[in-house]
């Protein structure tokens, strides 16, 4: 069992940045695969970004150049550093691990941006 606790979430204006941590409940080194994901009131969840064990990251083209993961493994946390954010990134954020054969997901935290 992998647990994650998000934070940082919070209500900024168009432009503005903000970091989002989570943390697990175990050793980060061993998970294959960390990402974030969001969701927005009627739409699917989708990716934002992913980091790998080796270090490798995943971005869609909607976030690319604004979002950086990152992944400190002393403290278990993996972090999306969001810049110029716009109101179309307000959802609920999740952190996602892919441990072994299994898949574990956060609680959430709110994003809103206001135009």
């Known amino acids: 069992q992998v647990q994650l606790v998000e934070s940082g979430g919070g209500l900024v204006q168009a432009g503005e940045s903000l970091r989002l941590s989570c943390t697990a409940s175990t050793m980060i080194l061993s998970i294959n695969n960390l990402g974030w994901y969001r969701q927005a009131p009627g739409k699917q969840r989708e990716l934002v970004a992913s980091i790998s064990s080796f270090g490798g990251r995943n971005y869609p083209d909607s976030v690319k150049g604004r979002f950086t993961i990152s992944r400190d493994n002393a403290k278990n946390t993996v972090y999306l550093q969001m810049n110029s954010l716009k109101p179309e990134d307000s959802a609920i954020y999740y952190c996602?691990?892919?441990?072994?054969?299994?898949?574990?997901w956060g609680q959430g935290t709110q994003v809103t941006v206001s135009s």
């Open positions: 996602n691990a892919k441990y072994r054969l299994n898949e574990y």
